[in-house]
């Protein structure tokens, strides 16, 4: 038996994000400033996008995407059900319709003919979710979207440093909304980030993200002197702070190593389940960069055991894991308001019973592997 438990999704921080954040708060700018402004351009630059503003969190940037896209009443989202409730959440708080979508077998990522497929006449926009850290195909997705005139937001929480035909998510022109939660491949704690092609769209964001003031508060407070404000839209409460900020620059240039590390962690685990009644995740596209975010397994059903059965089994074994998700259409707000059913999203609903996802932080080390290895096998064998 393990003596720590091993925690699933712990961030990985070091003393150079704890010396900026000490340094951040010894400054006297602790709110939004300078370190927000270099983080976005770090981001612009990772990415190879335009356009970056940081946000208090992956949520809010998809929310302020689809009002500054213009959607609300009346307007159809397409929205995989096999996400986190944020991406649903995210359309019903911009006052616009989520319409679920099921998965692709085996990948588990937006199943693309089922979207066409749910195309109504007040279809206005899809919001892919790049699940695990697997591009969706951007090829296929810029078509569907051409074909039916479709805004395309993307959900990359997962999806930071993911590559699809040699771009990175994030530098297809869409808006893109990237997440720095403390389980995600980088953190700032809470936060995140929306990336766009499009000036106009980034400082309606940031607009938006502080009250709608018609500028921010780094340049009312700072040396530059004082401005007036003026509000041309009711605003939110979204922005990111300095203290964040100073986690994020320090973060965002470990990430490929992070990825590294994930991607061994990753092989190794294909190696040593081949043989336990679970099924391992299908391998990356060709010439894609998968970002390795959730190594899922699916409980067969000829397993001994059901997935909660295994977690609980896990657990007590201390070993954490998560399951990544049980579907949009299964939580009572969305299957009571839009009268869904289990078997409306088969795919879905087959993941939501037999995922399990197992430790894969970069911190994660062969000897925890192995216990995590030991424990299913005398959990399924
Ligand atoms: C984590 C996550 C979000 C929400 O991110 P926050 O930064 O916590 O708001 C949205 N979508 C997916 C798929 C996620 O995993």
Redesign the pocket.
């Known amino acids: 038996m393990r003596e720590n438990f091993l925690i699933f999704g712990s961030p990985t921080i070091g003393e150079s994000e704890i010396a900026e954040v000490v340094a951040s708060l010894r400054s006297g700018w602790v709110g939004t400033g300078p370190k927000v402004g270099r983080f976005e351009t770090m981001l612009t630059e990772y990415v190879g996008a335009p356009h970056a503003r940081c946000v208090s ?6 929310i302020l995407a689809l009002q500054v896209l213009g959607l609300g009443a009346g307007d159809e989202v397409l929205v995989p059900a096999m ?2 409730v ?2 649903a959440n ?1 359309v019903e708080h911009a006052g616009a319709t989520p319409v679920l979508v099921d998965s692709e077998p085996g990948t588990g990522l937006l199943d693309l003919e089922a979207a066409e497929a749910a195309i109504t006449e007040r279809t206005r926009a899809i919001m892919p ?1 790049h ?1 695990a850290g697997r591009p969706i195909d951007m090829d296929r997705l810029a078509a569907l979207a051409q074909r039916h005139d479709l805004r395309i937001v993307e ?1 990359a ?2 999806a930071i440093g993911a590559e699809w035909r040699g771009r990175r998510i994030g530098a297809f022109g869409n808006v893109t ?1 990237f ?3 403390v ?2 491949n980088i953190s700032t704690i ?3 980030a929306l990336l766009t092609a499009s000036a106009e769209l980034a400082e309606e964001v940031e607009r938006l993200a502080l009250h709608g003031l018609s500028v921010g508060a780094w340049q009312r407070f700072s040396d530059a002197g004082y401005k007036h404000y003026e509000v041309v839209r009711p605003g939110y409460k979204y922005n990111m702070t300095d203290v964040q900020a100073a986690l994020g620059l320090h973060q965002l240039p470990q990430l490929d190593a992070w990825i590294e590390r994930r991607a061994e962690l990753w092989a190794r685990y294909d190696d040593l389940l081949a043989d336990l009644p679970v099924a391992t995740p299908p391998p990356a596209e060709p010439d894609t960069r998968h970002a390795r975010h959730l190594y899922q397994i699916l409980v067969g059903t000829e397993a001994p055991l059901d997935r909660d059965a295994l977690l609980a089994g896990l657990h007590e074994r201390r070993i954490g894991t998560g399951v ?2 049980r579907g949009v259409h299964l939580h009572p707000y969305y299957r009571d308001r839009y009268g869904l059913a289990p078997e409306d999203f088969p795919v879905a609903t087959s993941i939501s019973d037999r995922t399990l996802s197992l430790p894969l932080d970069p911190k994660v080390t062969a000897a925890d592997q192995d216990d995590v290895v030991a424990a299913l096998r005398e959990l399924l064998v």
């Open positions: 969190s992956c949520t809010a940037a998809l996400t986190f944020a991406s995210a979710v699940l959900d929480a997962h909304a997440s720095f939660y389980t995600k809470e936060g995140g990544h998700y």
